[in-house]
C-alpha cells in the first residue's frame, strides 16, 4: 500500500474500533484487510474456527459486513452472517454460542449517517482493548494471514429471528415477577434498537415509541443520545406524565435514562441505584475514571467497594472481568451487569432491569434520583500537540502525586479532593487534554475547574 494511502487512514484506528466516513477514508477494503488480521488473531489464540458478523442499520452497514465476512472467510475461518441487529444482541449472540470464537460487528454508534466503523469482539461477547494496536500494527505493515484456496472458511446465513427471540427471553426471564405497569416512553431515534426494544418492553408495560423506525439517514436528526438534545422526549415525558423514558443510541448500546420530571439520570445515578437493589456487602462496582465521586462515596457507605478503569467501555468491560465485578458503570451511558453471567455492556437489559425495579416501588424514579443527591459537572478539552499531550499529563502526575494524598492513575491522573474531583488525561484518539471537574455545588465545581485548568496551561507553556 501506497506510504500517501496509509497515512491519510492512520487515524480511522482508534483504541476501541476503527472508525472512519465512508468513501473519504473508511472503504471496503480496509474492513476486509483489518477483519483477515482479526480472525489470524483468534486462529492463534482460540480454538474455535466460527466467528458471528453483524451490524447496525446504517446505509452502509450491510455491504461492509459482507465486507468483515469475506475477509474473516479469506484468512480461513467461518462466518455466521446476521443481518442487522442491536450491538447488545450480537453480545448475546457470541456468549450464547459455544462454537463461536469471536465477532466483527459494524457500526459507527452515535456518529452521522456518513460514518462506519468496525468494532471487534472475543466469543464472550467482550470487546477487544489492547489487541486494537495490534491489528493497527499489522495493517500499516500488511502482516495478514490468507488462507490458501482450499482452506478458505464458509460463509453461513443465520436467521436473526431467532437470535431475537431467543434474546428477547433472556432478557425477560431475568426480571420474572415485575411489579406495577409504567407508562415508559422509548425513543429509538431511528436506530437498529428498534427492530426488538419496544417488543421487550411492552410485554410488561404500557409503551410509547418515538422514532422506532430504522432510518440509516436518522432523519429525526442525530443517533446521539448524550450529546445531542433531547428536549423532544424530556418534554414529552412530563405532557404525558411518563414514569420513565429512554433514549438508544444508533446500535443501541448505549440509553440515556430520562425520569418522570423530565430530567437526565446520569449513569452514576444509574450504578447507584442498581448497586442498592442487586448488589451486597462485599460485591465490587467498577466504573471509567471519568465518572463522579458521588458513585464511590455511596457504594463505599454500603459496602460495597468501588473500583475505577481506563475511561472506554472495553476498559471497563476488561476490569470488571478481571476483578469479577458484578456491575459496570461507563460515563457515556455504557452500562454492564455480570451479575447476570455475561461481560459486555447491555443497554437494552440495564434499562428493562431499571424499569422494572421502578415498578416494584413506591417512590417515583425522581423521588430515588433526588434522595441519592445532586453533582456538578465541567467537562473541557484543551488542544496540545499529541507529541506533548502524554508529557504535560505524566509532569502534572508526578506534581500532583507530591500535593494530594487520595491520587488515581489508572487513566491519566485524577485527584479525589474533600469537596469533590478533577480528572486529568490525554485523549486516545484526538491531540486533547480533557479536564473534568466535579463536585456537589456549581460554585464548588467552578472554583476546582478554574484551579486544575490553570495547572494544566502552565505545565503545557512550560513544555511549548
Same mark, same amino acid.
Not at 489470524?40 to 474456527?49: D, P, R, V, Y
Not at 431515534?189 to 418515538?210: A, D, K, M
Not at 471519568?290 to 467497594?305: A, D, M, R, T
Given at each position: ?19 472512519? +466516513? ?8 480496509? %474492513? ?7 480472525? *489470524? ?15 447496525? @442499520? ?38 450464547? *454460542? ?9 457500526? $459507527?454508534?452515535? *456518529? ?12 464472550? @461477547?467482550?470487546?477487544?482493548?489492547? #489487541?486494537?494496536?495490534? +491489528? ?10 490468507? $488462507? ?5 472458511? *464458509? ?58 423506525? %430504522? ?13 445531542? !438534545? ?59 475514571? #471519568? ?6 462515596? !455511596?457504594? #463505599?457507605?454500603? @459496602? ?20 469479577? $465485578? ?10 454492564? +451487569? ?53 508529557? $504535560? ?72
Amino acid at each position: 500500500m501506497e506510504r500517501d494511502y496509509l497515512s491519510h487512514i492512520e487515524h480511522i484506528f482508534r483504541a476501541y474500533d476503527i472508525r472512519g +466516513i465512508y468513501g473519504r477514508d473508511f472503504f471496503p477494503n480496509i %474492513i476486509s484487510v483489518a477483519s483477515a488480521i482479526f480472525a *489470524n488473531i483468534i486462529s492463534e489464540t482460540q480454538e474455535g474456527k466460527i466467528i458471528g458478523v453483524s451490524g447496525d @442499520g446504517r446505509t452502509t452497514s450491510k455491504l461492509l459486513s459482507l465486507s468483515a465476512a469475506t475477509g474473516i472467510a479469506g484468512a480461513g475461518l467461518d462466518v455466521q452472517l446476521i443481518h442487522s441487529i442491536p450491538l447488545p444482541v450480537f453480545g448475546f449472540s457470541l456468549w450464547k *454460542n459455544k462454537e463461536i470464537s469471536g465477532g466483527a460487528y459494524i457500526t $459507527a454508534s452515535h *456518529n452521522p449517517p456518513e460514518w462506519n466503523g468496525v468494532r471487534f469482539r472475543w466469543g464472550d @461477547g467482550t470487546g477487544f482493548a489492547e #489487541e486494537n494496536s495490534e +491489528i493497527k500494527k499489522r495493517f500499516f505493515e500488511n502482516r495478514v494471514k490468507w $488462507a490458501s484456496w482450499s482452506d478458505v472458511g *464458509n460463509i453461513f446465513i443465520t436467521d436473526r429471528e431467532n437470535i431475537l427471540t431467543e434474546y428477547s427471553d433472556f432478557i425477560q426471564s431475568i426480571e420474572p415477577q415485575p411489579g406495577k405497569t409504567l407508562k415508559v416512553l422509548v425513543d429509538t431515534l431511528n436506530g437498529i434498537g428498534g427492530i426488538i426494544i419496544p417488543h421487550i418492553f411492552r410485554s410488561r408495560h404500557r409503551i410509547i415509541t418515538l422514532n422506532s423506525q %430504522i432510518d440509516g439517514y436518522f432523519p429525526v436528526g442525530s443517533a446521539d443520545p448524550v450529546h445531542s !438534545n433531547l428536549n423532544h422526549l424530556q418534554s414529552y415525558v412530563t405532557s404525558i406524565k411518563a414514569d420513565i423514558g429512554i433514549a438508544f443510541d444508533g446500535d443501541a448500546d448505549r440509553a440515556v435514562i430520562i425520569d418522570d420530571r423530565g430530567r437526565r439520570v446520569a449513569p452514576e445515578i444509574i450504578g447507584i441505584i442498581l448497586a442498592r437493589e442487586l448488589l451486597k456487602s462485599g460485591d465490587v462496582v467498577v466504573y471509567n475514571a #471519568e465518572c463522579s465521586s458521588i458513585l464511590k462515596n !455511596n457504594l #463505599e457507605e454500603i @459496602g460495597i467497594k468501588a473500583v475505577e478503569s481506563r475511561v472506554g467501555d472495553v476498559f471497563v468491560s476488561q476490569t470488571a472481568k478481571k476483578l469479577r $465485578a458484578k456491575i459496570g458503570v461507563e460515563s457515556s451511558y455504557h452500562f454492564f +451487569i455480570p451479575l447476570y453471567g455475561f461481560y459486555y455492556d447491555d443497554s437494552i437489559l440495564t434499562s428493562f432491569v431499571i424499569t422494572s425495579l421502578i415498578s416494584r416501588k413506591e417512590k417515583k424514579l425522581s423521588e430515588i434520583v433526588d434522595e441519592i443527591g445532586d453533582f456538578h459537572v465541567i467537562r473541557e478539552s484543551i488542544r496540545v500537540p499529541d507529541q506533548l499531550k502524554w508529557k $504535560a499529563v505524566e509532569k502534572l502526575r508526578d506534581y500532583l502525586a507530591s500535593k494530594y494524598s487520595e491520587i488515581s492513575t489508572v487513566d491519566g491522573v485524577k485527584v479525589y479532593l474533600e469537596n469533590g474531583s478533577v480528572l486529568i488525561r490525554p485523549s486516545n484518539t484526538e491531540p486533547l487534554i480533557r479536564i473534568t471537574s466535579e463536585a456537589p455545588s456549581r460554585d464548588v465545581v467552578e472554583k476546582i475547574h478554574r484551579k486544575f485548568k490553570k495547572l494544566t496551561e502552565e505545565v503545557i507553556n512550560k513544555l511549548n
